[in-house]
């Protein structure tokens, strides 16, 4: 069965950086490109960051470029968010999601929530 | 950035009655490989989003064929025929064709 769990969310304030992790089981990690989908509260999806099955390339949405930081430790089957320099509208429920092929999430994360506030 | 542009906002049908969802973009979704990056998920109330049709028309894995995906170019539709208690929730289009990938604003499905 593939999972995906997220940690390492929370309270931060605006400025200062946080790290999320994402734990793959069930699953080839290695195979796959991963991808960080957001959702600010009541609102709709974003997609946030792709990194391909092998770490060599990263593509960010113009929001979180030289912010946000994708990355993965295939020996470890986790996936990373390395956020700098937050800002409130930073605040959202983060979810780690499998691509399948070009494109498609197929499976995701429970979700963790980031909230950047003073 | 294309917009994916989704209507209705709201949808409120009667159990066993058939849904319809448009989803139309601001730019044709065919990639020079000839290929639509077209996805629909729904998102439950309280869960994470989950895939439902990839491709246009390809259900994935455990969908049930009353979720029938349509389209090409720049208009989308997701039709749920017989629609059950399960179906609640938030429907949103999503292309990969084009950077950014974006979703659609979301249909909300509720059960009168």
């Known amino acids: 069965e593939v999972q995906l769990v997220e940690s390492g969310g929370g309270l931060v304030q605006p400025g200062r950086s946080m790290k999320l992790s994402c734990a793959a089981s069930?699953?080839?990690?290695?195979?796959?490109?991963m991808a960080w989908v957001c959702q600010a509260p009541k609102k709709g999806l974003e997609w946030v960051a792709t990194?391909?099955?092998?770490?060599?390339?990263?593509y960010y949405r113009d929001s979180v470029k030289g912010r946000f930081t994708i990355s993965r430790d295939n020996a470890k089957s986790t996936l990373y968010l390395q956020m700098d320099s937050l800002r409130s509208e930073d605040t959202a429920t983060y979810y780690c999601?499998?691509?399948?092929?070009?494109?498609?999430?197929?499976?995701w994360g429970q979700g963790v929530m980031v909230t950047v506030s003073s | 950035d294309v917009v994916l542009t989704q209507t209705p906002v709201s949808l409120s049908v009667t159990l066993g009655d058939q849904a319809s969802i448009s989803c139309r973009s601001s730019?044709?979704?065919?990639?020079?490989?000839?290929?639509?990056?077209l996805e629909w998920y729904l998102q439950k109330p309280g869960q994470s989003p989950q895939l439902l049709i990839y491709?246009?028309?390809n259900r994935f894995s455990g969908v049930p064929d009353r979720f029938i995906g349509s389209g090409s170019g720049t208009d989308f539709t997701l039709k749920i025929s017989r629609v059950e208690p399960e179906d609640l929730g938030v429907y949103y289009c999503?292309?990969?064709?084009?950077?950014?990938?974006?979703f659609g604003s979301g249909t909300k499905l509720e059960i009168k």
């Open positions: 990194i391909s099955y092998d770490g060599s390339s990263t």
């Open positions: 491709g246009v028309s």
């Open positions: 730019q044709s979704l065919e990639y020079s490989d000839g290929y639509t990056y």
């Open positions: 999601a499998r691509h399948r092929g070009v494109g498609c999430f197929d499976y």
């Open positions: 999503f292309q990969a064709t084009h950077d950014p990938l974006t």
């Open positions: 069930g699953f080839t990690f290695n195979n796959y490109d």
